[in-house]
Each structure stands twice: as C-alpha cells, then as structure tokens.
C-alpha cells in the first residue's frame, strides 16, 4: 500500500533554531502534500497546502515565515520551523495525496519539542 | 458550512461490544467520508471511507452508515477488542480526490476494556 515516511520521529531543540521536517511518499507521486499540527487530546489542525513546484498555500493564522513549507519534488515536501520557541512544540504530520484510492496517506509525525 | 461535529468525546465499551461513534456535517458538497484511527504518538490511518451514492459500507468489524438527508454518518465497530482502544477521527471532503483538504472531526477516544 501507499507509505508516508516522516522524519525525524521526534525532535527537541533549542529555542531560537530551525527545525526541518521531511515528509517522502515512497511508492507514489504525491502532487498535494498537507502539514497538520496536533495538540495533545485534539484534532488535527491543517496548517498548509503545498503543491509540487509551487508555493504553499497556508490557512488563516497560520505564520508563513515561521512554517517554511517547500515541495520542491513529488515525492518530497519539508516544513521547516525558523527561529523555534516553546509555544511551537507541538506533533507535527503531514499527509501527502495520492497512492491510493481515496488518496491521503499520513506520515506516522513529528514530536516537536523547544527547550 | 465547513465543520464536521463529532460525537461523543469519548466512550468506553465492553469488549465484545459495539461501539458507535457519530458525525454530522453542514457542507453539502462534501461527498468524501473517511474515518481514521490513531494512536497515541502516530499519525492517523484510515479505517474505511464511503461515498454519498451508498448508505452503507462494511469492512471486517468496521461499518460506515450514511444518511444523506440528515447529513450525518457513523462508525460501528462490532466486536469490539482492546486493540481497538484508539482516537478516532471522521472527516469529510470534496470529490476531485486527494488535492483538497480533509475537514476533521474533533476526535473520540475510544476505551474498550478487556
């Protein structure tokens, strides 16, 4: 079936860094991937769309220049964390569309932590 | 018109229960119902979807009922094991397949206990 591989599993820096998340489909072209962010005992939370080759289209509230989203092939997508603080930690999973039926495989997430 | 409202929050079963999670929905342009389980520390999976052109789907345990004239579909897990102790997750979206974003439920936390 359709893999989402996500990495790294979990994270913890400093606060102040860049983090980079990746996001591979392994079996399939994934022309639309999605990053979510998830609180602990909540929904997911959809932060951007991005599609292959162009910029990511981001919902409201969302900081574009914090969540640095680049997809730049179709098996890859990256968000990537600038200038990280505590109130960023948070689970973080991306979903990409495609390899399947109904599309939307999830990566297995990220464990974000900022000390 | 775009939330999907899941109930309940949580719910705790016998195994061997049937344990019955429900959703409504406002859009009626959605016309893509998946659910998805998690567990704690993973991303979600899908469990089973179904299309409005059905009123029913049935995969092993796992059942999807839909009722299009009150926009609402529900999960019945039958048979209901310790291992599905899980969040799960109803979600809706547009046909045109994986490009458009899935609108989630707020989750339910399932127990079933041994």
């Known amino acids: 079936g359709a893999v989402v591989s996500q990495h790294p599993s979990w994270v913890i820096c400093k606060s102040g860094t860049s983090v980079k998340i990746e996001c591979r489909s392994l079996?399939?072209?994934?022309?639309?991937m999605f990053w979510y962010r998830q609180f602990p005992k909540q929904s997911l939370m959809l932060m951007a769309t991005?599609?292959?080759?162009?910029?990511?289209?981001?919902e409201q509230g969302v900081e574009k220049d914090k969540f640095l989203i680049n997809h730049a092939s179709l098996t890859l997508s990256t968000l990537t964390v600038t200038s990280a603080h505590p109130e960023d930690s948070s689970f973080y999973i991306c979903?990409?569309?495609?390899?399947?039926?109904?599309?939307?495989?999830f990566g297995s997430g990220t464990r974000l932590t900022v000390v | 018109q775009q939330q999907v409202k899941q109930s309940p929050q949580s719910l705790i079963v016998q195994k061997g229960g049937i344990s019955i999670i429900n959703c409504a929905y406002e859009?009626?342009?959605?016309?893509?119902f998946p659910w998805y389980q998690q567990f704690p520390g993973k991303g979600p999976a899908l469990l089973i979807a179904?299309?409005?052109?059905?009123s029913e789907k049935k995969e092993g345990r796992f059942t999807i009922s839909f009722n299009k004239s009150a926009k609402q579909f529900s999960l019945h897990i039958m048979d209901s094991q310790p291992g599905d102790s899980a969040t799960y997750f109803c979600?809706?979206?547009?046909?045109?397949?994986?490009?458009?974003?899935?609108?989630f439920g707020k989750g339910t936390l399932l127990t079933v206990n041994p």
């Open positions: 979903s990409a569309g495609g390899g399947s039926s109904y599309g939307y495989t």
């Open positions: 079996d399939f072209q994934a022309t639309t």
């Open positions: 991005s599609n292959e080759g162009s910029k990511a289209t981001y």
């Open positions: 859009n009626t342009a959605f016309d893509y």
């Open positions: 179904i299309r409005p052109d059905v």
């Open positions: 979600a809706a979206s547009f046909s045109g397949g994986s490009n458009y974003k899935l609108t």
